[in-house]
C-alpha cells in the first residue's frame, strides 16, 4: 500500500499553521500552530541558528508523525516541499526516529492533488475536519533535541 505524506502552509509562514497529513488508506493529521512555530524560530534565532528553522521544524514533525503511524509503513513518500532539501530532511528524520525498532523507507516526489493526504491536509487547513492532534512546543523541541544540531542549542 502506498504511503504518502503531504504538507499545508509552510513552516516558514509563521502566520499560518501547518498541517502534515498521513494517509494509505488510514489517515493521520498534526498540526502546528503559527504561534508555535513562531517560538520555535525564537529560539533557533536566539542560537544564530535562523537558517535551520525550517528544515528542523519541518524534519521533527514529520518524525513525530511517522512515528505516531510506526505500525502502518514500510515506505513513505514525502511531498517535494523543499527542492533540493530532501536528504538532509530524511537524514533529520531518521536521526531522530533512529531510537525506534524499525524505520521508514523514505523517498521524496510529487503527491499531486489526488493524493489522500493531499486532501486530508488541505481539509484540516481549511478548518473542514480537525486534525488528530496539535503538536506542542515541547514535542517539537524534543525532537529537535534529538539531532546533533538540537544538542547544541543549550538552555532552550
Do not use: C
Not at 541558528?49 to 515506505?75: C, G, P
Not at 524505520?103 to 486530508?120: D, E, V
Request: glycine share 6%.
Amino acid at each position: 500500500m502506498k504511503i504518502e505524506i503531504d504538507q499545508s502552509g509552510k513552516i516558514e509562514q509563521t502566520a499560518k499553521d501547518t498541517v502534515l497529513a498521513i494517509s494509505n488508506g488510514d489517515w493521520d493529521t498534526i498540526i502546528i500552530k503559527a504561534r508555535t512555530k513562531r517560538q520555535i524560530q525564537e529560539i533557533f534565532r536566539r542560537h544564530g541558528q535562523n537558517k535551520n528553522f525550517v528544515l528542523f521544524t519541518f524534519s521533527a514533525s514529520l518524525a513525530i508523525l511517522i512515528k505516531r503511524n510506526s505500525k502502518h509503513y514500510k515506505n513513505i513518500t514525502i511531498d517535494t516541499e523543499y527542492t533540493g532539501k530532501g536528504p538532509i530532511i530524511k537524514e533529520i528524520v531518521l536521526e531522530i526516529l533512529s531510537s525506534e525498532k524499525q524505520t521508514p523507507s523514505i523517498m521524496f516526489g510529487r503527491i499531486g492533488k489526488k493524493s489522500n493526504a493531499h486532501h486530508y491536509a488541505h481539509d484540516t487547513a481549511s478548518k473542514e475536519i480537525k486534525p488528530k492532534k496539535t503538536l506542542s512546543l515541547e514535542e517539537v523541541w524534543t525532537a529537535i533535541k534529538k539531532t546533533e544540531v538540537g544538542k547544541r542549542l543549550k538552555n532552550a
